[in-house]
């Protein structure tokens, strides 16, 4: 039969006294199990150093976590460029590009390791202006903390010729530079210098047909056209010395 039990077969009648000594000797002394047990060496002795050097209770569970989102935006800006040395940052010298960095930090849209690097914050510029050249609408772009009433705050840092009307997000790799399609500049030249020479001064007029004799000058400056004599050291026919102008256009005064 089958023994329920051990599993196993019945033992004979001849086989009883071995295995009642063998029964007994088991017995006495059992044999001991051998049992695996798999550890992961590394993680042991990393749980121990971490038990032994308990960090301090906190509240927070991410200490390290910025309070508020960080986030590449333009900044569409205009200012009166007459006090200021152009946009560009230069050493020694007030720029738009330094004031403005400057007012963002103490907004709180710079983190103070950032402060004083471009290269930290992505900081991009869509147009650059020269000495004493002022913008309508310029755009600056940069990886900032959005702190609550960022826009607000960068005025309150800003001198009254500068300022900030708001920004928007825009995707990581964005150059306001390389996505601006059209810009629009305008000059302010004094009429006198279209006086001809046997004008007098106090007699001088510019007239309407003065007016369309200037026009007729500029229309020769529409479509695409090579523009290398008025660039710093581009050859004559290098495609990046050309432009398109869409309308150049002396307005009635």
Partial sequence: GINAEYGGS????????????????????????????????????KSEEEGKQALPETTDPKPNKRPFPKRNIALLLGYEGSGFQGLQRNPNAVTIDSVLEEAIFKAGGIMPENANSFTKVC????????????????????????VPDLLEKINQNLPEN??????????????????????????????????????PSEEYVFDDAMREKVQSILNLYRGTHDFHNFTKGIPGGDPSAKRYILSFEVPKV
């Fill in 162 to 199: 500068l300022r900030v009307f708001d920004f928007y997000p825009v995707p990581k790799r964005f150059n306001p530079k390389r996505r601006c399609t059209g810009r629009i500049y305008q000059y302010v030249i004094p009429t006198y210098v279209f006086k001809p020479k046997s004008v």
């Fill in 123 to 146: 900081w991009r510029l869509c147009a650059r202006t020269d000495k004493g050249v002022s913008a309508i609408a310029n755009v600056v772009t940069l990886k900032a903390v959005l």
């Fill in 10 to 45: 019945h033992p004979s009648m001849s086989d009883q006294p071995h295995n009642k000594r063998k029964q007994q000797r088991h017995e006495k002394n059992p044999p001991k199990r051998r049992r695996t047990v798999y550890t992961d060496e590394k993680n042991t002795k």
